[in-house]
């Protein structure tokens, strides 16, 4: 069965940066979307970056010019490149994919924003 496993998360400052792996196996297909969703404590968990099997991209507006995704179709992996973090930005980030019109989820890995 399809799993993902996320690694990266952690505390990091205002202004710093992070960067979240997320790896797939169990994947019988090269048709799949990746992306990363996150929920912060109280909150509806929420996009934040998708990236189609051809390659493209979507960000939340909140996201914009600071978060970018990317992903290696040869390791089944995607990445989520987080700068100028901000304390709104904390939250638990989890790892999808979209296979078949079916969901799959990482466990998620914490990311806090703060000085």
């Known amino acids: 069965q399809v799993q993902l496993v996320e690694s990266g998360g952690g505390l990091v400052q205002p202004g710093g940066s992070l960067r979240l792996s997320c790896a797939a196996s169990g994947i019988t297909s090269r048709l799949y979307a990746m992306g990363w969703y996150r929920q912060a404590p109280g909150k509806q968990r929420e996009l934040g970056a998708i990236?189609?099997?051809?390659?493209?991209?979507s960000y939340a507006d909140s996201v914009k010019g600071r978060f970018t995704i990317s992903r290696d179709n040869a390791k089944n992996m995607v990445y989520l490149q987080m700068n100028t973090l901000k304390p709104e930005d904390t939250a638990v980030y989890y790892c999808?994919?979209?296979?078949?019109?079916?969901?799959?989820w990482g466990q998620g890995t914490q990311v806090t924003v703060s000085s």
């Open positions: 999808y994919l979209g296979l078949g019109g079916v969901p799959y």
């Open positions: 990236v189609t099997s051809g390659g493209a991209t």
